[in-house]
């Protein structure tokens, strides 16, 4: 069940791109658990007014919610975008910028996995969106963007899922909004494992959850199947 904000932050900063002053995000942050609602032992929800809420209370059904869902975390992205951008051009230290994208997941109550997966985004995007007349290019693209900005990234990855989240969303991007990437799978892979924003151990576990998925979901698998190889051999000559 996902939490309900009701007042908790000003409604303006959830619809703008506008920088949060740094005095209200520090505030912000330190009283986030005055403002969020607290579950009840019986699972019930009680918000920041003291309004009671249940679980029968929702309007429409599941697929409504999911739907709603859904399109929280487009918005919730198309913010992070905006932000991270804002971060880019007008050289934001990487600490107000995570202050910032984490003002943005309590307003929309994400987590941090979400955050994570939206930076990534964003930051392959621009380096879609950079100039390049070649594949090399583009990889150096992405190479800098992520040089840059892995603290950021790295801020919002907390354990091996998290980092996981990270691939599936590359492997997303590839397929659908950044095809160009495709080709360079198993070397941006390799670039966000040598710059530690993923371990060996996340990447070694997505290849064996995807050892059993269907032919037509093992394409990245199967271009990463060298990097995959290397990584397993150094792991058993560190066992031995």
Known sequence: MRLIFEG????????????????????????????????????????????????????????????????DYVSFEKEVEATFLRAVHENVKVDLAVLEVNALRLSYNMASVDCGGAIFYSMMKLAVESPHNSASELHRNAADIVTTWQKLLKSFLHDIDEEIEVILKFEEMCLESAKEFAALFPQILHLLYDKEILQEDAILRWADEKEGADESDKVFLKRSEKFIQWLREAEEEEDE
């Open 8 to 71: 908790a932050y000003d409604e303006e900063w959830r619809h703008s791109v506008a920088p949060i002053p740094t005095d209200k995000l520090v505030k912000l942050m330190l009283d986030k658990d005055e403002d969020e609602e607290l579950l009840t032992q019986d699972g019930n929800v009680i918000s920041a007014s003291r309004e009671l809420k249940t679980d029968s209370d929702g309007n429409g059904s599941e697929d409504d919610d999911n739907e709603d869902s859904r399109d």
